[in-house]
């Protein structure tokens, strides 16, 4: 499979919320590395600040998976608050400032990114019960630039 079948992709790590969040609550964020030429693997924590979610990312790796043989330009990432539009598929409805990057990693490589507090607006927003986090890759492989999703494990509400 090349890269150019893949065309626009994001890696997104989800995690289930609740709008009751007071205290730091650990997240995980990773991605399958069977269908993706990055695999982002990043931990930090949660936290709500009134209008705001503050999302610490206190490791981040970006790992090229061995199974596509191109190398991929890394030209950003964002943290983004994910809402389910029924039927399996989902949107983005808020995230940070997009951290800009510009590099590529070949396959195999892991590329370590410095740790990143991500702040995601939610005024306005009701309760986000039931809605996730996410981080978004933006990547250039041999198409067009895009973004890839990816899931994390869920989150238990208190």
């Known amino acids: ?6 065309g626009r992709f994001t890696f997104v790590s989800g995690l289930l919320w609740s709008s009751s969040v ?7 964020f990773t991605a399958p590395d069977q ?3 990055i695999v982002p693997t ?10 705001f979610l503050t999302v610490s990312l206190d490791r981040f790796t970006l790992r090229a998976s061995d199974k596509f043989k191109q190398s991929v330009r890394v030209l950003g990432y964002r943290v983004g608050l994910v809402k389910s ?3 399996g598929a989902w949107e983005i409805i808020r995230s940070s400032s997009t951290v800009a990057a510009n590099f590529s ?6 590329q370590t990114m410095a740790g990143h507090q991500a702040e995601i607006p939610i005024d306005g927003l009701g309760s986000i019960r039931g809605d996730w986090l996410v981080i978004a890759v933006d990547v250039q ?8 999703y990816a899931h994390s494990q869920n989150w ?3």
């Open 1 to 6: 499979m090349s890269l150019g079948i893949i």
């Open 22 to 28: 007071l205290a730091d609550q650990s997240v995980t």
């Open 35 to 37: 269908v993706f030429a």
């Open 42 to 51: 990043a931990t930090g924590t949660v936290r709500e600040n009134g209008v």
């Open 85 to 87: 539009t029924g039927s």
């Open 105 to 110: 990693v070949s396959p195999n490589q892991t």
């Open 141 to 148: 492989g041999e198409g067009p630039a895009g973004v890839v």
């Open 156 to 158: 238990n509400a208190p």
